[in-house]
């Protein structure tokens, strides 16, 4: 049986009973990313608890010493960032994040703690619990926009990048400050406080992340690949008592689209951090905006 034939019978065996209600509401979902910018789907059980344990293990990974986590660095296809703009004046946002893809793992001379190990593995898990919810948010995509994006986002993985966040307590009122991501869309899986908001309509609206579902929304290269049909939602994080007492882990998908020739333009446009006035891209006809894509290279940051 080839790996494909595996994949999609894996996929449809271990997960059809939870998806199928997901499935029966794919128009309204649908509707749902017009009118608001955002869809949200149910959590299979099996994912709610993977997402749950990566939190854990996150909490228990960046517990651990500035020194120790330094020492797996971003590279390429993952690892850690501190991003302290005490340190570095051109940061933003206060907080510290790893990412990790597909094929990540750590270098072979680094020195694994239990935390390191427990980490990467509840991640890895991650991703396979991910993967079927993925492929559907891709099939409504195409859907709603008539391009092809299972194509685009599914066959080839290694766009996907799960990224841990960490906010530690901090006096800043904007955590994060706005921006449209700049991948083809996000899957927010895990919020620990509240404060993430989207511009939508001319105003911040406050989005919460019940235990049972999860949002996704469009990013830059969405928005490229659907000649504008959809919008890459500009979104920010407010702070909150919580946030300022306990800090703030959020976990979500990056889905860049690795099958597809095109990228967002960072070395010539930069961070998407306020590039653009929030929901500038939403009314920019499709000649304007694809000034900010250009081919990819073979490597692919994921940052
Ligand atoms: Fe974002």
């Given at each position: 049986m080839s790996e494909r034939v595996f994949d999609f019978c894996w996929f449809f065996m271990l997960n059809e009973e939870n998806l199928k209600l997901i499935r029966m509401n794919k128009n309204e979902l649908s509707e749902m990313l017009l009118r608001d910018g955002f869809a949200k789907v149910q959590y299979p059980a099996s994912l709610r608890l993977a997402v749950s344990n990566f939190v854990k293990a996150w909490k228990g990974f960046v517990g651990q010493s500035l020194?120790?986590?330094?020492?797996?660095?971003?590279?390429?296809?993952?690892?850690?960032?501190?991003?302290?703009p005490k340190i570095d004046s051109k940061l933003v946002d206060f907080k510290e994040d790893f990412h990790i893809n597909r094929s990540y793992d750590f270098p072979t001379d680094f020195k694994q703690t239990a935390e390191d190990a427990t980490f990467l593995a509840a991640g890895h898990t991650l991703f396979n619990e991910?993967?079927?919810?993925?492929?559907?948010?891709?099939?409504m995509l195409s859907e709603v926009t008539g391009v092809d994006f299972v194509k685009l986002a599914v066959e080839k993985e290694d766009g996907w990048v799960i990224r841990a966040l960490w906010y530690p307590p901090q006096e800043n009122n904007i955590l994060a400050a706005y921006h449209p991501d700049k991948s083809g869309h996000t899957v927010h899986l895990f919020d620990s406080v509240p404060g993430f908001e989207r511009f939508w309509e001319g105003e911040w609206k406050s989005m919460s992340f019940p235990e049972t579902e999860a949002v996704f929304f469009p990013g830059m290269l969405g928005q490229y690949y659907s000649e504008c049909k959809v919008k890459a939602l500009a979104h920010r994080v407010v702070s909150s008592p919580e946030s300022r007492s306990k800090g703030r882990v959020s976990i979500v998908l990056f889905t860049d689209y690795a099958n597809g020739?095109?990228?967002?333009?960072?070395?010539?446009?930069?961070?998407?951090?306020?590039?653009?006035a929030p929901g500038q891209n939403y009314t920019m006809p499709f000649e304007e905006f694809n000034k900010y894509f250009t081919e990819r290279p073979s490597v692919i940051d994921s940052r």
């Open positions: 020194e120790h986590k330094m020492q797996i660095s971003f590279l390429g296809n993952g690892g850690y960032e501190n991003k302290d991910i993967r079927p919810v993925s492929h559907l948010i891709a099939e020739l095109m990228k967002y333009d960072k070395d010539k446009w930069g961070p998407t951090q306020q590039l653009l």
